[in-house]
């Protein structure tokens, strides 16, 4: 479904991924963890091309995300066509990054027929906050709105990043139930987290990425339980 | 603070929690207040008594045909001033903030020469184009013409003011529509840009909106100083207010009447604007009330 391929990416002079290959297959879930800097939000960005690659690709059901390839070359797409990609990768910010002047309905009618809006705010169980505006709703409420937005456009895959680290502790619950009741439901997803409870919990499959590689990948008791890479267990031991 | 045993609920005899609670007093807020209405009192006092100020000329001239027709040629420039200037300044704005280095150039050059020139200065320059350049046409560069026109015909006293205006007005509403774009939070085109909602919409739909908070205090200020600038085309002999009442007091010297009368219209519409600009912000602060 998701296949990243050598992927490069540098801020300045700070190499930020360093030749990164991940295949995603539908309905998988892959939880990607790592320190802080590690690289794991850059390459959710770069998954929907909010960050432009220096080197390597991204496709999306077999479809090159961001650029097209001609005679030798990748060429980046023009800006219309990546819009229209995007319809396909779904986004969720920390930050859950809600128009303010819209209430949740229209919040999420914006990419969606009014009916359909209604039904996804139903599915994060939102139904009876429709009309109200983001900041009178609670960060965890904010975040199912988010979440119910990206779903809007029907996309193939789900990025999420770092979904709760914005939430206060006891609303965190809320949202990874939300996260749980899509993984049930098959959606392809790939999450930026530092819950490892949930990453137990859900994910088939966690990567851990340090300094702009995957160090270590496999299932959760593997990964969680038996890892093989010291940085690996450096970075578990600080947050277990 | 001071005193531990004061500040500090008692555990002992007496329960504090069934006292009444008494705010903090401001005395020097009353000496303030009869000090301000003392004063207000003598200015009152004085416009009323003081025959100079000379109210009977002030009510044969306020509602006078010739003083409400120039109060609508006035509307009529600050109107046709802050629409053609603000849709020209949204121009100007996206083409200051574009990507491409030569449209933001062409932005800031428009910005950079119309601040500079002294509205007066470029009114009269738009006054006198046809002394610049007698005729204008439409054709091929440096090659064959199709149409042309008298710039006299072409451009009327009136035309030039309110193109002086909008030229002028466009620079200043540029800057002012940049400033409440750039004041959106970045997550929020990173949020529009995720979903895939086109360029344009992403614009329309979810950053002026959002801008407009920031926007509409500045904006109302250049409307308002729009409004009163528009005295300045007195210079071109454009019957509005300014110059009207000027044309009445060079007949019959009562100055200070004649400036009351500008100044009371001015005053009256300003509140007006006033008026609109806070329900105007009310309408783009939802969302922002809990």
């Known amino acids: 479904m998701i296949e990243v391929l050598g992927v490069h990416k540098s801020f300045g002079s ?30 959710l960005r770069t998954i929907n091309h909010l960050e432009k690659v220096d080197r390597g690709y991204i496709t999306i059901d077999g479809d090159l995300i961001g650029y097209q390839r001609r005679g030798g070359k990748l060429h980046e797409l023009k800006e219309r066509e990546i819009l229209k990609q995007r319809k396909d ?99 392809t997803m790939v999450v930026v987290t530092h819950e490892i409870g949930f990453a137990r919990e859900v994910a088939d499959r966690i990567v851990f990425i340090d300094e702009g590689l995957i160090v270590e990948e496999g299932a959760p008791e593997q990964v969680l339980d038996h890892p093989v890479h010291e940085r690996t267990r450096a970075f578990l031991s600080k947050v277990l | 603070m001071t005193s531990g045993t004061l500040t500090r609920a008692s555990t002992k005899d007496d329960d ?111 006054f006198n184009i046809s002394y610049l350049y007698q005729r204008l046409s439409l054709g091929i560069p440096f090659g064959p ?39 959106v939070d970045r997550g929020q085109l990173e949020a529009a840009a995720a979903l895939g909602i086109p360029r344009f919409r992403q614009l329309r739909r979810i950053v002026l909106p959002q801008a407009m908070r920031s926007i509409l205090p500045n904006a109302a200020n250049e409307v308002i100083s729009l409004f009163k600038g528009t005295s300045v085309v007195s210079v071109m002999a454009i019957g509005e207010l300014f110059y009207q009442v000027q044309v009445i007091y060079g007949r019959n010297a009562r100055v200070v009447a004649l400036l009351m009368v500008a100044t009371v219209w001015y005053i009256i519409l300003t509140t007006l604007l006033s008026i609109g600009q806070h329900y105007v912000e009310r309408y783009f602060a939802r969302g922002d009330r809990r």
């Open chain 1, 14 to 43: 700070l190499e930020v991924l360093r030749g990164v290959s991940l295949d995603v297959a539908a309905g998988e879930v892959v939880v990607v963890l790592g320190p802080s800097g590690s690289g794991k939000s850059t390459l």
């Open chain 1, 89 to 187: 990768i779904g986004f969720v910010f920390q930050n859950f990054n809600l128009f303010p002047h819209l209430t949740a309905l229209e919040n999420v009618a914006e990419v969606a027929q009014l009916a359909d809006a209604r039904h996804f705010l139903e599915r994060v169980g939102l139904e009876d906050k429709a009309d109200a505006y983001p900041r009178q709703l609670s960060g965890g409420q904010q975040q199912r709105v988010a979440i119910a937005r990206a779903l809007a456009t029907r996309p193939k895959v789900v990025l999420f990043d770092e979904p709760t680290s914005a939430l206060d502790p006891e609303l965190v619950g809320e949202v990874l139930d939300v996260l749980r009741d899509l993984a049930r439901s098959g959606t």
């Open chain 2, 16 to 126: 504090l929690s069934s006292l009444p609670v008494v705010p903090a007093r401001h005395p020097w807020r009353w000496v303030g207040v009869a000090f301000v209405l003392v004063l207000a009192a003598q200015f009152v006092h004085g416009l009323v008594t003081n025959p100079a100020w000379d109210w009977p000329t002030f009510a044969r001239y306020f509602t006078a045909q010739s003083i409400l027709t120039a109060v609508g040629t006035t509307i009529f420039l600050t109107v046709f001033g802050t629409v053609l200037g603000f849709a020209l300044g949204i121009v100007v704005a996206v083409l200051r903030m574009s990507k491409s280095p030569f449209l933001s150039a062409v932005g800031w050059t428009y910005i950079w020469a119309f601040r500079s020139i002294p509205l007066i200065v470029q009114l009269l320059f738009w």
């Open chain 2, 145 to 183: 013409e199709f149409v042309s026109f008298e710039t006299i015909s072409l451009i009327s006293p009136m035309g030039a003011a309110v193109l002086g205006l909008a030229l002028h007005q466009a620079a200043y509403a540029a800057e002012i529509v940049r400033s409440g774009v750039i004041s």
